[in-house]
């Protein structure tokens, strides 16, 4: 987590064996390593919403700190590793997407995140380590945040109030969040 984190999401999976470390802190490393944890699943990227998906500096101190948590796995022993990529690697594209479609990112965000995959593919490789990059399209499920698309359709359906719109050029695939998580575990 981090000083900003709200954990609201995640109050009925609280229990003995899950355990918060806070990365804002300077002892955060030294934590994880009490814990000896056998796989890492990296989802620590920050500003992926709004205007700092387009903010170049922010992106950056992502791959950065995305090369920090690799050198600490790699520290630690841990010897599968899964992150998280986003269909913003493939930048404006049209019909369907698989894992052969050429990436073509057309802001920092999707930019950063293909830098990560080489950088994440380069270093799990040279150390012999099982890795995993999974390209995130949409989720959507019971704690999503309300100003997304699937929870906004809903609220202003409930209310019958007129809803506000792009151009609707977008083509997103959404995955409910349990099947999700499922397909991860």
Request: hydrophobic share 40%; with cysteine.
């Amino acid at each position: 987590i981090r000083n900003i984190s709200d954990l609201w999401r995640c109050k009925e999976f609280e229990n003995e064996n899950l355990v918060y470390v806070n990365i804002d802190k300077k002892d955060f490393k030294e934590i994880i390593a009490k814990h000896n944890p056998s796989v890492y699943i990296h989802t620590a990227w920050n500003d992926v919403a709004g205007k700092k998906k387009k903010d170049w500096n922010t992106q950056i101190e992502n791959i950065l700190f995305t090369t920090q948590m690799l050198t600490l796995a790699n520290e630690l022993g841990i010897k599968k590793i899964i992150s998280f990529g986003s269909q913003a690697e493939y930048g404006n594209f049209n019909g369907r997407i698989n894992e052969e479609t050429v990436c073509n990112p057309v802001i920092p965000y999707g930019a950063a995140k293909l830098a990560a995959l080489t950088v994440f593919k380069s270093f799990c490789e040279t150390h012999s380590i099982n890795w995993f990059w999974i390209r995130l399209f949409s989720l959507y499920g019971t704690r999503e945040d309300k100003n997304w698309l699937i929870p906004s359709v809903i609220e202003n359906a409930f209310y019958n109030k007129p809803m506000e719109l792009t151009g609707c050029e977008q083509c997103y695939d959404y995955i409910y969040s349990k099947d999700f998580t499922l397909a991860i575990i």
